[in-house]
């Protein structure tokens, strides 16, 4: 019988949701489950020791070149994307996507292009829209889909931004989640539609890996850069779900919302740069101007105590409009 796969994907919140999930996890699972959670690239991984607490199946960092095995669970380890290839897993430091590294994205489009319908994803909590274009690729290729109900969680943000362009074959409360993946594992798999032909598969995965960067890159041109690499931009359209995505060269990928947090993310570091410089400036006339009052020279003192204030005038425009974003951000 061929190897099935669960690949499950969250961000704000989803950890304890997990925790309930392996909870409820059979001691024979017939499918490999693989793990996408947004987490710090700067810190240790305790995913895997936190989620064999809760369940009798084996729980690890996936390693590079490990081959699926049905009943284990393969978290994605800190700073690394989870990518799936035949029956192994790839663990590659690629371009970010959706200013994340592991993203939710490459792991369900990747498992879409080689397990076909053989494949269940579940999207969990989170901020943003990440999942979104990997759910897609999820319901072309005949896979399964189950969102996780957004009036079930704190953070509904990821799970309705989903809902507004993939329909899922169920959203469920935690609950159900784990009843509902056993069921679809038990039922009868001789109507299973195999994934896409091994070209067709290869020419895709190239896709997942280095984000359609080589050779004539998709959609158009649009003006924007890319907020990682500062390279230019390119829209792509799916024209059956009408999402729009963003891509760069060298990989890094987009949805609407993130690309839009992420040029937030930027302009806060440009503010910050010119408020710095202005506050040196502004320290530089007064510093100036005491020199020139020390040494007598009023038109000098004058001209450095004008320059001062208007700096200062300035640097506080400034700091007006970062404490207003980060007022708005708390309040969101």
């Known amino acids: 019988m061929s190897l099935k796969l669960v690949t499950i994907g969250g961000s704000a919140g989803s950890i304890q949701s997990l925790i309930e999930i392996m909870k409820q996890l059979p001691a024979k699972f017939d499918a490999a489950i693989c793990i996408v959670v947004h987490i ?90 990440d999942g979104t274009a990997g759910l897609i690729e999820v319901r072309n290729s005949l896979g399964t889909i189950i969102i996780q109900d957004p009036d079930d969680t704190m953070y509904p943000d990821m799970l309705r931004n989903a809902l ?28 299973t539609v195999e994934p896409m032909t091994e070209a ?32 230019p931009l390119w829209e792509i359209n799916d024209k059956r779900s009408q999402l729009i995505r963003f891509r760069c060269h060298e990989g890094h990928a987009y949805s609407p919302l993130s690309l839009a947090a992420s040029q937030n993310d930027s302009i806060e570091v440009a503010l910050w740069s010119a408020l710095r410089a202005l506050d040196e400036k502004a320290e530089l006339a007064k510093k100036l101007s005491f020199k020139a009052e020390a040494m007598g020279q009023d038109q000098a003192m004058h001209r450095f105590i004008k320059q001062f204030e208007k700096t200062k005038s300035q640097a506080n425009l400034i700091r007006q409009v970062l404490e207003e974003g980060m007022t708005q951000k708390e309040s969101d």
């Not at 290869?202 to 080589?214: P, T, Y």
Request: charged letters at 15%; glycine letters at 6%; a neutral charge.
């Open 200 to 231: 067709a598969a290869e020419l895709e995965m190239v896709k997942v890996l280095h984000g359609d960067s080589r050779g004539k890159m998709p959609g158009k041109p649009v003006g924007l850069v890319c907020p990682e690499c500062t390279g």
């Open 164 to 191: 507004q362009y993939v329909e899922p074959d169920h959203i469920a409360p935690l609950p159900a989640i784990i009843p509902l993946l056993v069921a679809h594992l038990e039922q009868a798999t001789s109507d």
């Open 40 to 129: 710090s690239p700067h810190s240790t991984s305790l995913l895997p020791q936190i989620f064999a607490a809760a369940t009798p199946l084996p729980v690890a960092h996936a390693k590079n070149g490990q081959t699926l095995k049905a009943g284990h669970i393969y978290i994605a380890p800190p700073d690394h994307h989870l990518l799936i290839r035949k029956n192994t897993l790839e663990v590659v430091r690629g371009a970010k996507e959706n200013h994340h590294r592991p993203a939710i994205d490459p792991l369900f489009r990747s498992a879409s292009v080689y397990f076909g319908s053989r494949h269940t994803a579940v999207l969990l909590s989170g901020y943003l829209d």
